[in-house]
C-alpha cells in the first residue's frame, strides 16, 4: 500500500461552482474533425511534461468506458434536498430505476454511443442497468482511430504514483463525434498509472538491506497508551522518558474509546467495503479477528462478497480489505457486510476504473434499492489536477449516491493536502486521529494526525519531517458547499474544505488488523498493527450503520446534517497540542528500519526514533497549511464521533 501524498495543485485562479466543470485542457492538440468535438478535460496530466518512449501495439485489446452525463441541475437539486434536515423532501429517496428514469442519461443516448462504437470496431458493447456508462473493447489501432489518439508508453514516475510501471496513455485529448459529444462525461480505460491506496503499515516486518544503528535502549511496543516507557532519551519537552508506540488497539479499546454500546450494532442495515479484488478466506480472517478480539462471532448469513471480476490478477487490497471488513465489524458487528471486488485485472484510468465499476454496482442495486446505504472507500483517484472528466464522472455519481440515500465515504489521505474524491462536496471525507487509549479503555487524548519524526543521531534527536498526516485543507477546485458556510473558519479557506469527520488513523496509536497467513500448508492467523485514514473510513461509515439500525430511512450523504450538529455532544473535539498539554501525550518513542519508516520489535536492528503529534507547522516539507483547532478543523473536521450522543442526535434529525 502506498501512502497517499500530494501537493496542492493549482488550477487555475478562478474557482468554479459545485456542480459539473467544463475546461480546456490546455494541452497541444490535434485539431477535431469536421463534426467531432474534443471532450475537455480528458488528457492525462503526466503526458504534458514526460517524453514518450514508444507507441502501444495496435494489436493490444483495452477495454474502455463511456460515461453519459445524467441531467446534473436537477439531481443536484433533488439530492440536496434529500439531504438536507427540514426541507420536505429529507430523506425520502429515490430507487435506482427512479433515479435512472428522472435524472439517468435517456436511453436514446445509450443507444447512440452503443451505435458508434460498434461502427467503430468496437465489441463486447455493455451499458450499465443505470445508464451512468457504455462499456466496450477493441484493439489500440480501433481505440486510436475511434478517438483521435495515439496510446503511447511513458517511463513511470512517482508524481503517476507508479515509478515501477510502465505508463500508457492518450497523447491528447480524445475526439467524439459532435452529436455525442455533448452526451459523454468522460471516457476511461486509455491509461494505467497506478491507483492511490491510503494507508499505512507501522507493526513488525522483515528487515529491509541497509545499514542499521543499535544505540539506545531496547523497550517493547505497548498494549495501551503509556504502559511501556523508553526512558535515558535526549530531552524533548522538558522530559527524558517517551511512552513506546502502541502495539495496535484491540477491537473492545476502539469500541471503548468512542463509546460503543451493545444496544445499536447495525442490525437490519448493510455496509459496503470497496475493494480492488477479494481476499482469499476473509470470512475466514474475520471469524479468527473476532475470537482473538472477545467480538461475538460472526455469521455467515450476514457477510456477502460481489466480484466484478474473475479474480485471476492478485489482489492490490490484499491488506486494505482485511482492515475495512475488521474495523468496520469493531463498529457495527451486528450490521450486514457486502465486500465489493471491482476487477483486479481492470487497470485502466489511473487503476480506478475497477473502483468506479464496483461504487456503480452498490448504486445500481437489486431487487428496487441500492446494495448498501453506506459504502467506505479506501482510495483516492488522484490530486485536483487529476484529469477534470475524470473529476467530473464521480461527481456524477456521487450526486446519484446521495439522492438514493448511499453515504459514500471516502479516506481523505495518509499525508498532507487534498485528494478527490473525498473533496467533493458530495463524499463524506474522514480524516484522520491520533488516539491515547489507557489501560481500562479511557480516552487519554485525542488530537489531528500530523505525525514528525526525528531520529537519535550523535546522541540528540534529529527532526527529519512529515512522517504522515490526515489529507485534507482547502479545495482549489470545488465553492463552498452550502452545509459548511457558517461553520469553517474563513482563516481556513472560503471554498470547499476537508475532512468532514475523523477517527483514529495514526500508525502509532494503530489498529490490530487479523490477517491469514497462506504460505504454509494450512493458514495461520496472526494480527498486525496497522493505521492511515483507510482505517478511519470504515469505523465511521460502521458508526453511522450502527446509528441507523431501527430507523424508517437510512441517513445517506449525512454531512448537510452533521454540520448541524457542529459544537454539541454529538463529536469529540479533537483539540491541539500545546507546550501545557503533558509531555508523555505529544510523542512516542519507535525503533525504525533505516531508510523505512516501519516500528520494529526489541531484538532488531534499528534506529530508535521519536514520533510526536500534532507536529504539522510552516517548517515541514509540503506544508499545506493544515491546523488542529477547537471547533472545526481541516485536520479532523468536525471531530470524532461520541457514539450515543452521535447516534442520538442522528435520529433526532428526522
Not at 433533488?78 to 423532501?89: D, E, Q
Request: hydrophobic share 40%; aromatic share 8%.
Amino acid at each position: 500500500m502506498s501512502r497517499a501524498r500530494m501537493l496542492v495543485a493549482v488550477l487555475g485562479a478562478a474557482v468554479v461552482t459545485a456542480g459539473m466543470t467544463a475546461g480546456a485542457s490546455g494541452l497541444a492538440q490535434a485539431a477535431p474533425r469536421p463534426a467531432e468535438k474534443i471532450l475537455a478535460g480528458s488528457a492525462v496530466p503526466f503526458t504534458s511534461h514526460a517524453r514518450p518512449t514508444g507507441e502501444v501495439p495496435g494489436s493490444l485489446r483495452l477495454t474502455i468506458q463511456l460515461w453519459l452525463k445524467p441531467g446534473m441541475a436537477a439531481a443536484q437539486r433533488f439530492a440536496a434536498a434529500v439531504s438536507t434536515p427540514g426541507t420536505s423532501l429529507f430523506r425520502h429517496y429515490l430507487s435506482p430505476a427512479a433515479y435512472t428514469a428522472r435524472f439517468g442519461a435517456s436511453a436514446a443516448t445509450v443507444r447512440q454511443a452503443e451505435a458508434w462504437l460498434r461502427a467503430a470496431g468496437f465489441t463486447g458493447i455493455t451499458a450499465d442497468s443505470g445508464r451512468a456508462y457504455v462499456r466496450a473493447t477493441a484493439p489500440v489501432s480501433k481505440i486510436d482511430a475511434a478517438f483521435r489518439v495515439q496510446l503511447r508508453t511513458y517511463p513511470g514516475s512517482a508524481g503517476a504514483h507508479a515509478s515501477s510501471v510502465r505508463l500508457h496513455a492518450n497523447n491528447r485529448p480524445v475526439s467524439l463525434p459532435a452529436s455525442l459529444a455533448g452526451h459523454v462525461l468522460a471516457v476511461t480505460g486509455l491509461d494505467n498509472a497506478a491507483p492511490i491506496f491510503p494507508a499505512e503499515v507501522a507493526g513488525p516486518a522483515s528487515a529491509i538491506r541497509g545499514s542499521t544503528r543499535t544505540d539506545g535502549p531496547k523497550v517493547p511496543c505497548s498494549h495501551y497508551y503509556g504502559q511501556e516507557m523508553a526512558t535515558g532519551l535526549p530531552q524533548q519537552f522538558g522530559v527524558t522518558s517517551f511512552p513506546t508506540f502502541v502495539c495496535g488497539y484491540s477491537a473492545l479499546q476502539m469500541r471503548s474509546a468512542y463509546h460503543a454500546n451493545w444496544v445499536n450494532t447495525g442490525k437490519g442495515q448493510t455496509i459496503a467495503l470497496v475493494e480492488q479484488g477479494l481476499t482469499k478466506d476473509m470470512f475466514l480472517t474475520l471469524q479468527d479477528y473476532a475470537r482473538a478480539n472477545h467480538m461475538p462471532a460472526p455469521s455467515p448469513h450476514r457477510y456477502a462478497e460481489l466480484s466484478l471480476g474473475k479474480n485471476t490478477c492478485g489482489d492490490p487490497f490484499n491488506i486494505e480489505e482485511q482492515l475495512d471488513v475488521e474495523s468496520s465489524y469493531d463498529m457495527a458487528p451486528g450490521a450486514n457486510q457486502l465486500v465489493v471486488g471491482g476487477d483486479s485485472c481492470d487497470r485502466a484510468e489511473e487503476g480506478n476504473q475497477a473502483e468506479y465499476d464496483a461504487d456503480i454496482a452498490v448504486l445500481d442495486g437489486a431487487g428496487g434499492h441500492p446494495l448498501a446505504t453506506a459504502a467506505s472507500n479506501s482510495w483516492e483517484s488522484g490530486t485536483e489536477s487529476q484529469p477534470l472528466s475524470q473529476t467530473n464522472l464521480v461527481h456524477a455519481y456521487l450526486v446519484r449516491a446521495a439522492a438514493e440515500g448511499v453515504g459514500m465515504y471516502f479516506s481523505a489521505g495518509d499525508g498532507s493536502g487534498v485528494l478527490e474524491p473525498s473533496i467533493d462536496p458530495n463524499a463524506i471525507a474522514v480524516g484522520g486521529t491520533t488516539l491515547g487509549i489507557g489501560k481500562t479503555g479511557a480516552r487519554l487524548f485525542e488530537t489531528g494526525w500530523s505525525t514528525g519524526i526525528s531520529q537519535l543521531k550523535n546522541g540528540a534527536w534529529a527532526f527529519q519531517g512529515e512522517d504522515g498526516a490526515g489529507g485534507g485543507g482547502p479545495s482549489v477546485h470545488w465553492a463552498q458547499p452550502a452545509y459548511q458556510k457558517g461553520v469553517v473558519p474563513k482563516s481556513l479557506g472560503t471554498t470547499r474544505s476537508a475532512p468532514d469527520i475523523a477517527a483514529d488513523a495514526d500508525p502509532f496509536t494503530g489498529i490490530n488488523v487479523g490477517m491469514l497467513n497462506l504460505s504454509g500448508k494450512k493458514p495461520v492467523f496472526f494480527q498486525e498493527s496497522i493505521g492511515g485514514t483507510s482505517e478511519s473510513s470504515p469505523l465511521v461509515a460502521g458508526m453511522v450503520i450502527a446509528a441507523q439500525q431501527g430507523q424508517r430511512a437510512p441517513f445517506g450523504f449525512i454531512d448537510p446534517a452533521i454540520y448541524k450538529l457542529h459544537g454539541t455532544s454529538a463529536f469529540f473535539d479533537t483539540l491541539p497540542l500545546t507546550s501545557k498539554s503533558p509531555a508523555l501525550d505529544r510523542g512516542v518513542e519507535c525503533d525504525l528500519l533505516e531508510f523505512a519508516n516501519i516500528c520494529l520489535g526489541p531484538t532488531k536492528k534499528r534506529i530508535p526514533s521519536l514520533t510526536t503529534f500534532d507536529d504539522q507547522n510552516p517548517k515541514m516539507k509540503g506544508y499545506t497549511g493544515q491546523v488542529t483547532l477547537p471547533g472545526y478543523d481541516n485536520m479532523t473536521g468536525l471531530g470524532v464521533p461520541d457514539m450515543p450522543n452521535f447516534i442520538k442526535a442522528l435520529r433526532s434529525l428526522s
